[in-house]
């Protein structure tokens, strides 16, 4: 069972998407429907990587999934982009707090992975 106390990253790639869930039911209540549906898919995907590399069958295994969950936060941040500057979405700037502290944890646990990979 994986420890979510002792790792930030999976709690709030668990926080956020929950978060995101209740802001795709908001855009689809005002019909928002692509929008909604790519942004609840982007943005769980963020969470569903990030535990899958807590099993890696190898050290390139986890980079690669840290990698594929990074692609993933940037799509959900497109999203959440055209949402802010969109005249008729509504936006919670919560979420974009929330996706910028994931940033900063995925980006530091992919360049210290691909520092250590490259000094072996």
């Given at each position: ?33 692509v ?8 943005a ?57 502290e994931?940033a ?12 250590n990979?490259?000094?072996?």
């Amino acid at each position: 069972m994986i420890n979510f106390e002792n790792n930030p990253l999976l709690r709030k790639t668990v926080q956020f998407p929950l978060n995101i869930i209740g802001y795709c039911e908001l855009l689809e209540e005002k019909r928002k429907y692509v929008i909604a549906r790519q942004l609840l898919r982007s943005a769980t995907s963020i969470g569903a990587n990030s535990f899958e590399a807590q099993n890696p069958a190898s050290k390139k295994d986890f980079i690669n999934k840290i990698k594929i969950a990074a692609k993933e936060l940037e799509e959900t941040k497109y999203w959440l982009y055209l949402c802010k500057n969109s005249d008729n979405y509504p936006f919670d700037e919560k979420l974009e707090s929330q996706i910028n502290e994931i940033a900063k944890i995925l980006y530091k646990i992919l360049s210290t992975s691909l520092s250590n990979r490259d000094s072996l």
